[in-house]
């Protein structure tokens, strides 16, 4: 079956870096879009960023613009995101999901069970 | 930017009972409304895409409808799987662009 699982959530200082992973498993998984979408302690769900098929397109959320890339492997059938300048805010729990299309236009449709980032000094 | 609200924000009902779920967008998405549902400490889960269409396996007690700026979600009779918080979410044309409600808790009365 279709299966996402996240990996190199951790406890980061502000200002470092973090990658983290979403490995695919059970569907063809260049035949869709991939997106990321965080959840703060106790809050909502905030789109991340999404990237299309192919990785030629890939578009941000406004909060983590310019210092979150999103990035696919497709020989490997992987999803990362590369995350830069890490702020207090960005504590959460990252999930990655499929697009239920190719472009990542659609929105989201199988999710992955998450991994936590912490940003704390 | 579209701000999506949703009323109530928590609905307190027994099994068996009906749940009517609303979410307001701050200007017209057409159809371009989800929903979904997410239990504590589990993913979300898709429920409703295109404001009516019900996700693949998703019981026919899970319906939605609306357009433009006002949208509902029905469960027709509440399991007890059912008590859980549901969020809405728009999708912008492209670039794309998602933005999710605050949610609406469902739980028991």
């Known amino acids: 079956q279709v299966q996402l699982v996240e990996s190199g959530g951790g406890v980061v200082q502000p200002g470092r870096s973090l990658r983290l992973s979403c490995a695919a498993s059970?569907?063809?998984?260049?035949?869709?879009?991939m997106h990321w979408v965080r959840q703060a302690p106790g809050k909502g769900l905030e789109w991340v960023a999404v990237?299309?098929?192919?990785?030629?397109?890939?578009f941000y959320g406004d909060s983590v613009k310019g210092r979150f890339t999103i990035s696919r492997d497709n020989s490997k059938n992987t999803l990362s995101l590369e995350m830069n300048s890490l702020r207090g805010e960005d504590t959460a729990v990252y999930y990655c999901?499929?697009?239920?299309?190719?472009?990542?236009?659609?929105?989201?449709?199988?999710w992955g069970q998450g991994t936590t980032v912490i940003v704390s000094s | 930017e579209i701000v999506l609200t949703q009323s109530p924000a928590t609905l307190s009902l027994s099994p068996g009972e009906s749940a009517t779920l609303s979410c307001r967008a701050s200007?017209?998405?057409?159809?371009?409304l989800t929903w979904y549902q997410q239990k504590p400490g589990q993913a979300p889960r898709l429920l409703i895409y295109?404001?009516?269409y019900r996700a693949t396996g998703i019981p026919a007690r899970f319906s939605g409808s609306g357009s433009g700026t006002d949208f509902t979600l029905t469960i027709s009779s509440l399991e007890t799987e059912d008590f859980a918080v549901y969020y809405c979410?728009?999708?912008?044309?492209?670039?794309?662009?998602?933005?999710f409600g605050p949610g609406t808790k469902v739980d028991f009365k």
């Open positions: 999901a499929t697009d239920r299309g190719t472009s990542g236009g659609y929105g989201m449709d199988v």
């Open positions: 059970g569907f063809n998984f260049i035949m869709y879009g």
């Open positions: 990237t299309s098929y192919d990785g030629s397109n890939k």
């Open positions: 200007q017209s998405v057409g159809s371009q």
């Open positions: 295109d404001a009516s």
């Open positions: 979410q728009q999708r912008s044309g492209w670039p794309p662009r998602f933005t």
